[in-house]
């Protein structure tokens, strides 16, 4: 079996099942409504409580900066406009508290499920996991019970929430397996500071495997066996010993510059959306914020975030980074990221639509408080501003305009901010490729985001399953757009970054090295694996790889090619993809 694999090593033991169930949530009307209501904030007290508990022992377990998720979730239950919803159904369906809290809470997953953005969209997943802990607290349902684990357990379940997660004796779990969550749920970055190697993604799962049967779970590839036989379990304990010395050596990475052997230097960044992502950045040695996605702060509220509120958001990310460069994203709202409280009509093709720079245009007021409160920030750290979704010459120049407003605007306030701030662009649309040597004219860097990129240069819809054979990182074309948009910046003089998920993949890092890329932009836990990548390669010998790709017909060639290129397992492989390179 295979699935996702989230959280990195190899896991060994027996099965331990955990079936918790769907909760029954019946609708019921009630006579007393403020009596429901009382019920309702007797359960979100009590929430309250059991998270500040289990707060103070994550801290013992895992450390302060782990913790503060569910300070996070803490927040939630504090959350005025939530609560204000949840009651004013009660009182006007007359319905019982934990029927109200589910419908009210369901809508607002369902908003950041609907989210194309991999990190906003999990965060529908810590929603989930807080309201189902008061609506057990309203029908009396324990939490699930952990107390029976075993040495080397494979914890099986159809979800995990960050709290169980967090539950979880590390010393006896060898490994986690779950039908559903993503890379950049809370759940799968507690297991990776856990060190605990899981796979998520595997449909039924729980009827799959049975309690106390053997099974091996490889959480960098996503394979499952069940039952292995001597073989594969001589083979995976071989593997696994050099997994944990992998790991160890990852961690030895910290301080260290990122550079090649022959003296190419990039720098790697983290991706966030909150300040509070900024703690696992650091912890990873992040050498800066190459994407804070500041739609995060628009989002799950009623009204429009004010100036004060984002100058503060902007200025802890800043002072938390101590001088190290944090790009802030300008919105990027719409397509699958909508708000109440913008006129964003419906449309039959949302991602071909009125979103980003476009919708921040048509919003001037909204666009100028967001670059007033970044430069306001601007004072606190090293800032950079990049506009997402730029098309043409006229968007970019018109931002640039916008920008210079709002410094005119600040100094006749007499408000200090940094008068020289770079400005760059995401190159995401094939137009904003092609017209690269243009644009870098007028900007001081550039931040390629690959997973946009890869659906408008394919014409593909990265959702649709018919259709992902389609939506490939390593198709040639997207190669031969990344290395044009790399020459066209640095003829210009400017550096280029990039954002998307292929800056963090361990197979493309020495193609992006070998066409000159300067900085890489990742999901907080890549950093370190990318950073032992490029410090074990040569840009000479990249070049010639990277060229290599340039060359080849079709996405499934390149990336079997760079598989066996990079498996270091397979001495055979990598003699055969040398021959062919040099064949090339």
Sequence with gaps: MKGLGVSPGIGI??????????????????????KEIDRLMIALETAKEQLNELYISTIDELGEKEARIFKSHEMMLEDDTFISDVVNRIKAEGVNA????????????????????????????????????????????NNNDFSNLKNNSIVVAKDLTPSDTAQLDRTKVAAMITEVGGKTSHAAIIA?????????????????????????????????LVNPNAKQLFFYNKKKIREDEINNELR?????????????????SANIGIPNDVDMALDNDAEGIGLFRSEFIFMNREHQPTEDEQFEQYKEVLVKMEGKPVIIRT????????????????????????????????????????????????????????????????????????????????????????????????????SAAIISDLLAKEVDFFSIGTN????????????????SYLYSQYHPALL????????????????????????????????????????????????????????NINKEDMEII????????NALEVEEYLSCLFANENENCLKTCKNRRRQK
């Excluded at 607002?108 to 807080?130: A, C, G, P, T």
């Excluded at 796979?199 to 099974?215: C, E, Q, R, S």
């Excluded at 990475?253 to 790697?268: A, E, H, N, R, Y």
């Design 452 to 467: 946009d990129l890869i659906q408008y240069t394919m014409a593909v819809d990265r959702l649709n399953s018919k259709l």
């Design 98 to 141: 934990e029927f109200a809290l589910n419908e009210t809470s369901n809508a607002y997953i369902e908003m950041f499920q609907n989210i194309e953005d991999e990190y906003l969209r999990e965060r529908s997943e810590d929603i989930k996991d807080v309201m189902n802990r008061v609506i057990r607290l309203l029908m009396g349902i």
């Design 192 to 224: 990776r500071i856990m060190g605990i190697p899981t796979v998520v993604g595997l449909n039924n799962i729980t009827d799959k495997i049975n309690a106390g049967d053997t099974v091996i779970c490889d959480g960098r590839t996503g394979k499952v």
């Design 331 to 430: 919105l990027d709202i719409g397509g699958d990221k909508c708000v109440p409280y913008l006129d964003m009509p419906k449309e039959m093709n949302p991602f071909l639509g009125y979103r980003a720079i476009r919708l921040c245009l048509g919003n001037l007021q909204v666009f100028r408080t967001q670059l007033r409160a970044i430069l306001r920030a601007s004072v606190y750290g090293n800032v950079k501003i990049m506009i997402p979704m730029v098309s043409t010459m006229k968007e970019l120049k018109d931002s640039k305009k916008i920008l210079q407003q709002a410094k005119d605007e600040l100094t006749r306030e007499g408000i200090k901010f940094k008068d020289h701030i770079e400005i760059g662009v995401m190159i995401e649309t094939p």
């Design 252 to 268: 030895n990475q910290i301080g260290l510059p990122s550079v090649t052997k022959d003296g190419f230097k990039v720098t790697l």
């Design 480 to 535: 031969r757009l990344i290395k044009g948009i790399i020459d066209n910046a640095h003829k210009a003089g400017i550096w280029v970054g990039m954002c998307g998920e292929a800056a963090g993949d361990p197979k493309l890092i020495p193609v992006f090295i070998g066409m000159g890329l300067d900085e890489f932009s990742m999901n907080s836990p890549s950093i370190l694996r990318a950073r032992y990548i490029v410090r």
């Design 546 to 553: 990277a060229k290599s790709t340039l060359d080849m017909e």
């Design 13 to 34: 033991g027996k099965a331990f099942i955990i079936d918790r169930g769907a909760i029954n949530i019946k609708k019921k009307h009630v006579t007393d409504v403020e």
